[in-house]
């Protein structure tokens, strides 16, 4: 069974930086795409940033040019570095494999003030 485990939100002003972290059990980044999803208040789940195995990323529009995705697969650790952050950037932060999720970890809360 694997398990994601997310840590590294926060409270932030607009404008500002976090780094979130995903560690999961397993050899899942051996060979899987990765993602991070949010999901605001209200709102579906959404895919804003994916990496392969071979560390080709890709980005929703909304956080193109502000958001980093990378991996660690010594560790088994994706991270997302958010710069610039915006209000509308507040959500529930998950990680997970782009194909065949496994099971959702607890995510971690991700707050920007104006």
């Known amino acids: 069974q694997v398990q994601l485990v997310e840590s590294g939100g926060g409270l932030v002003q607009a404008g500002g930086s976090l780094r979130l972290s995903c560690a999961a059990s397993g050899s899942i980044f051996s060979f899987n795409a990765m993602g991070w999803y949010r999901q605001a208040p209200g709102k579906q789940r959404e895919l804003v940033a994916t990496?392969?195995?071979?560390?080709?990323?890709d980005y929703a529009d909304s956080v193109k040019g502000r958001f980093t995705i990378s991996r660690s697969s010594a560790l088994n650790t994706v991270y997302l570095q958010m710069n610039s952050l915006k209000p509308e950037d507040t959500a529930v932060y998950y990680c997970?494999?782009?194909?065949?999720?496994?099971?959702w970890g607890q995510g971690t809360q991700v707050t920007v003030s104006s």
């Open positions: 990496i392969t195995s071979g560390a080709i990323t």
């Open positions: 997970n494999k782009v194909h065949n999720l496994a099971a």
